[in-house]
Antibody, heavy 124, light 112 residues
């Protein structure tokens, strides 16, 4: 059974860079037909998709964050990571990693499973 | 971006009664392959979202059959046929027709 676990700092200062890692167990991150995604949820609010790393090596980011986001994978450690620069208080959120189901027609699919999430607070 | 709108924001229903949650997309998510690129998720307090339904109406393996999805094009519905105590949660729809992936604002389901 595939499991994902996020790790990273819980507190980051404004203007700094956030680095989070998602460790995948029970399956290979090199699998075809899946993407590796990051999603965030501000406290008490809804879900915002951050971006994906596709099995073919391409990445897609939410335009609202595109200039600040990088997602990359580390196949040797079965991990993928998120880097978000120039943080502000508006980036305070629960950050989730998830596996995305790719499909032949349009590329993207549903997200399943999800990690437990890690809370990141941006504050001085 | 495809905007996804859910209604209502919250509802309280008695145990055993029917729950209906609506989801509307700003443009059609029905592809020429005749599939609707929409999923539903359940998020219980303190937990991550869990996939319930994909392709708008296909229940994920292991999801109780009291959960069902319907609709096509721009209008979709998640139905819980008989509310159980363990169904108290937030429910989200999500389109995967185009990037950026977008979610509805969520519907909170509580027991009356």
């Amino acid at each position: 059974q595939l499991q994902l676990q996020e790790s990273g700092p819980g507190l980051v200062k404004p203007s700094e860079t956030l680095s989070l890692t998602c460790t995948v167990s029970g399956g290979s991150i090199s699998s075809r037909d899946y993407s590796w995604d990051w999603i965030r949820q501000p406290p008490g609010k809804g879900l915002e998709w951050i971006g994906s790393f596709f099995s073919g090596g391409s990445t897609f980011y939410n335009p609202s964050l595109k200039s600040r986001v990088t997602i990359f994978i580390d196949t040797s450690n079965n991990q993928f990571s998120l880097k978000l620069t120039s943080l502000t208080a508006a980036d305070t959120a629960l950050y989730y990693c998830a596996r995305g189901q790719e499909n032949a027609a349009l590329g993207k699919g549903w997200l399943d499973p999800w990690g437990q999430g890690t809370l990141v607070t941006v504050s001085s | 971006d495809i905007v996804v709108t859910q209604s209502p924001d919250s509802l309280a229903v008695s145990l055993g009664e029917r729950v209906t949650i609506n989801c509307k997309s700003s443009q059609s998510v029905l592809h020429s392959d005749n599939k609707n690129y929409l999923g539903w998720y359940q998020q219980k307090p303190g937990q991550p979202p869990k996939l319930l339904i994909y392709w708008a109406s296909t229940r994920k393996s292991g999801v109780p059959d009291r959960f069902s999805g319907s609709g096509s094009g721009t209008d979709f519905t998640l139905t819980i046929s008989s509310l159980q105590a363990e169904d108290v949660a937030d429910y989200y729809c999500q389109q995967y027709y185009s990037t950026p992936l977008t979610f509805g604002g969520g519907t909170k389901v509580e027991i009356k």
